[in-house]
C-alpha cells in the first residue's frame, strides 16, 4: 500500500515560514537540502511521521496565486479553543470556532488559520474521525 509522507506548498520566505509553523503547530526543520534554483525545508513533531515539505523557488519576488479552490492542510489538537486563543495571542487571527453537526451529533469542531503566505490551516478538535 501507499504511505502518504509529505505534502508540499511553495513559500517566499524561509524564515518567516519555520517561525510561523514552529510557534503554531509545534513542527520544526527535519531536513533542508538546497539545489541551485530551489530550496526543500521539510518540517514534522513526534506526534506524527508525516511532513510539510515548504519549496523556495530562489529569486522568486512575488506571492504565489494560490487559486480560487479551497484546499487546505489541517491538524488535530486536544482542546481546539484553547489552541485558537494561543494562536490569537501569538498574533496569527485565527478563524472562527466552527461546529459542524450530523444527524443531530457533533461531527467536527475547528477554525482556519492562515499562514504567512495565505496558504489555510484547519484546526480541529481531536474527536471521531479526527484523533
Not at 518567516?16 to 531536513?31: M, P, T, W
Given at each position: 500500500?501507499?504511505?502518504?509522507?509529505?505534502?508540499?506548498?511553495?513559500?517566499?520566505?524561509?524564515a518567516?515560514?519555520?517561525?510561523?509553523?514552529?510557534?503554531?503547530?509545534?513542527?520544526?526543520?527535519?531536513?533542508r537540502?538546497?539545489?541551485?534554483?530551489?530550496?526543500?525545508?521539510?518540517?514534522s513533531?513526534?506526534e506524527?511521521g508525516?511532513?510539510?515539505e515548504?519549496?523556495?523557488?530562489?529569486?522568486?519576488?512575488?506571492?504565489?496565486?494560490?487559486?480560487?479552490?479551497?484546499?487546505?492542510?489541517?491538524?488535530?489538537?486536544?482542546?481546539?479553543?484553547?489552541?485558537?486563543?494561543?494562536?490569537?495571542?501569538?498574533?496569527?487571527?485565527?478563524?472562527?470556532?466552527?461546529?459542524?453537526n450530523?444527524?443531530?451529533?457533533?461531527?467536527?469542531?475547528?477554525?482556519f488559520?492562515?499562514?504567512?503566505?495565505?496558504?489555510?490551516?484547519?484546526?480541529?478538535?481531536?474527536?471521531?474521525?479526527?484523533?
Open positions: 500500500m501507499a504511505k502518504m509522507i509529505h505534502s508540499m506548498i511553495r513559500i517566499l520566505d524561509e518567516r515560514s519555520v517561525e510561523f509553523y514552529s510557534k503554531a503547530f509545534g513542527l520544526s526543520v527535519a531536513d537540502v538546497d539545489f541551485d534554483t530551489f530550496t526543500l525545508i521539510y518540517l513533531n513526534a506524527t508525516f511532513e510539510l515548504l519549496t523556495v523557488n530562489k529569486g522568486r519576488t512575488e506571492p504565489y496565486d494560490l487559486g480560487n479552490a479551497y484546499g487546505h492542510l489541517a491538524v488535530s489538537v486536544e482542546e481546539v479553543a484553547v489552541e485558537r486563543a494561543r494562536l490569537a495571542k501569538l498574533g496569527f487571527k485565527p478563524g472562527e470556532l466552527v461546529e459542524l450530523r444527524d443531530g451529533k457533533l461531527f467536527g469542531l475547528f477554525f488559520v492562515s499562514d504567512p503566505d495565505g496558504y489555510k490551516i484547519e484546526v480541529l478538535q481531536r474527536h471521531g474521525r479526527f484523533l
